[in-house]
């Protein structure tokens, strides 16, 4: 994985210009697109696309201050239709556009080339174990919400707070099947996981496919397959966040198993009365790398 990351950041500086093909690249290496973008997010901190986006102002910034070139030629052979659109992703990249910064000669926000190297710390226990499931299916409440990578989620905090009490015990006389109780799942995630991109947040429990569920609450099903999960304990939810970076940082890049499209869901074994801690149970979904 790290080899087809560091592979991945070389097509970009070799197609800065242009589109290029990561579902390729990533098949080449006996890995999926979907996994593939999202180790880079995790590993980055940024999505690839937002990467790319930063490398290419940034040599373009080169040419713009050089001056040899009009600011039209510079956009088009950075793939911008138009010096509006390309000056737009020059003033989001460096806080200042291309006519003022020829002028100023800056300001400038340089992206480095990023180098991924595996540096296995150990310093999340990675207290884990796998598990194949057959179908089943998440019925609960649902909701649209941005994505938050840390700190509480105050739109689920929202519609979970919205719920009365009696709602909850019935959703838990509706769990059957594993993983059991209450669960918070996240489902249709940008593959980039870009902050503040749009998912779908169920509260909710599993059940058996054919187990009725009723007319009003939402479901997803799930397909048979496999599943890593991670056991946490600890502050909430600070331990079940720095736990989903380190299957990023740790435990991907040194297990025969890559992410597969599907709901990651996190059952809550146990909490404190305010929820300032809590032992949590990460379900992905995974297949063999």
């Known amino acids: 994985m790290i080899a087809a990351l560091n ?25 999926t697109e ?39 030629s510079i956009a088009v052979r950075h793939g911008y239709g138009s ?4 000056g737009r992703a020059f003033r989001a990249v460096h806080g200042a556009g291309p006519g003022d910064v020829r002028r100023d000669g800056g300001p400038l926000r340089t992206q480095p080339r990023v180098r991924f190297r595996l540096t296995v ?45 009696e709602e909850h015990a019935r959703l838990k006389t509706l769990s059957d099947t594993d993983p059991a109780g209450l669960l918070q799942v996240s489902d249709d995630v940008d593959p980039d996981a870009t902050e503040g991109t749009p998912l ?19 479901t997803i099903d799930v397909p048979a397959g496999t599943w890593a999960v991670f056991h946490t304990a600890g502050p909430y939810p600070q331990t079940l966040q720095d736990t989903w970076a380190a299957t990023a940082t740790e435990w991907f890049p040194s297990n ?34």
């Open 7 to 31: 592979r991945l950041v070389d097509l970009v500086e070799e197609h800065l210009t242009e589109e290029f093909d990561v579902g390729g690249l990533a098949r080449a290496f006996g890995t």
């Open 34 to 72: 979907y996994h593939l973008r999202r180790m880079f997010s995790s590993l980055a901190g940024m999505p690839l696309s937002e990467y790319v986006r930063r490398r290419r102002m940034t040599v373009a910034a080169a040419a713009v201050v050089q001056g040899a070139d009009d600011l039209l």
């Open 83 to 86: 010096t509006e659109a390309f």
């Open 121 to 165: 710390e150990g310093s999340i226990p990675m207290d884990t174990r796998i598990v194949d499931r057959p179908a089943f299916r998440l019925v609960g409440h649902a909701a649209r919400v941005p994505l938050i990578h840390r700190g509480v989620n105050p739109h689920i905090q929202h519609l979970v707070a919205a719920l009365p009490q």
């Open 200 to 218: 779908t947040y169920l509260h909710g429990v599993a059940v058996r496919l054919d187990t009725p569920a009723p007319d009003d609450l939402h």
């Open 256 to 289: 025969p198993w890559r992410l597969r499209p599907g709901p990651s869901i996190v059952a809550v074994r146990e909490r404190a009365d305010d929820f300032s801690t809590a032992t949590c149970e990460l379900w992905l979904p995974v297949e063999p790398a």
